[in-house]
């Protein structure tokens, strides 16, 4: 079957003409063709890290969701009408309507959310579902990122991407003045193995080694993380890049509302 995903995402950027952060939303179309909509939702999914890892377009997003899954039986001789969205200009809020006609069954919608209760584990992303939308339906339930940084930094590895473009530029810093908050990141939040980290710094393994074993970075300790983000016993450590834009923009209006 074919699979076309509607997914969206905060893009930020800076205004070069007063060095302000700023946000609009974004938008992209991926088509598949998969087994099954979970599978699809997988490969999108995949393809997004790849866009992420390798396009500047997508490098500073830190949530993409689904606004729509279509699954498609046949597309057939005639056009269709199959999603229209719309943002208000200067606002923070989006809205988007689905269209479906009676009778037609070869089209079929699926949204991404939480469901109320107990998450199943075997739900394809963070406990999440993808659920059909019936027409005039609204479903209940928590939306959740179809791929989210502070969640799935292990697929992404956004502190280990950046380190690896600073060694290209020649910026790259050496191991010893690495802090140990970033090393027990890219160990124990973002699974990068101690031979990938020493790798990178042009040392020994046996170093990183030492060195994580002294802040508890630790395989137990990586293990320990995930069981209780898993559990949502504890909030995903937040990724910097994310902290950093925060703090940039609230310093962008508190400058606005002094002038």
């Avoid at 584990?121 to 209940?140: F, M, N, S």
């Avoid at 074993?213 to 949502?232: H, N, P, Q, V």
Wanted: a negative charge.
């Amino acid at each position: 079957m074919f699979y076309l995903g509607f997914v969206s995402y905060t893009d930020s950027y800076k205004d070069d003409d007063y060095g302000n952060c700023k946000e609009s939303m974004a938008f992209v179309t991926l088509a598949v063709q998969a087994g099954d909509a979970k599978d699809a939702l997988k490969r999108i999914r995949d393809k997004l890290v790849v866009l992420h890892e390798e396009d500047e377009k997508y490098c500073d997003a830190h949530d993409f969701f689904l606004n729509d899954l279509v699954e498609m039986d046949e597309i057939g001789p005639k056009a269709k009408d199959i999603s229209w969205a719309s943002m208000l200009p200067f606002g923070d809020s989006f809205g988007e309507v689905r269209f479906y006609e009676e009778g037609d069954p070869a089209f079929r919608h699926y949204i991404l959310k939480k469901r109320i209760g107990e998450p199943s584990k075997e739900e394809p992303i963070d406990g999440a579902a993808l659920i059909p939308v019936a027409e005039d339906d609204e479903e209940d339930g928590e939306e959740v990122p179809l791929l989210s940084i502070a969640r799935d930094r292990k697929q992404i590895k956004p502190l280990y991407k950046e380190l690896r473009k600073r060694k290209i530029q020649g910026t790259l810093q050496d191991f010893n003045d690495l802090s140990d908050g970033d090393l027990y990141e890219l160990y124990v939040v973002e699974g990068c193995l101690s031979g990938e980290i020493a790798d990178l710094f042009e040392i020994k393994k046996a170093k990183v080694d030492y060195r994580r074993r002294k802040i508890s970075a630790t395989l137990g300790e990586e293990a320990l993380y995930d069981m209780l983000r898993d559990f949502e016993m504890i909030e995903p450590i937040p990724y910097k890049g994310q902290q950093d834009e925060k703090e940039a923009r609230t310093s962008s209006n508190e400058n606005k509302e002094l002038d």
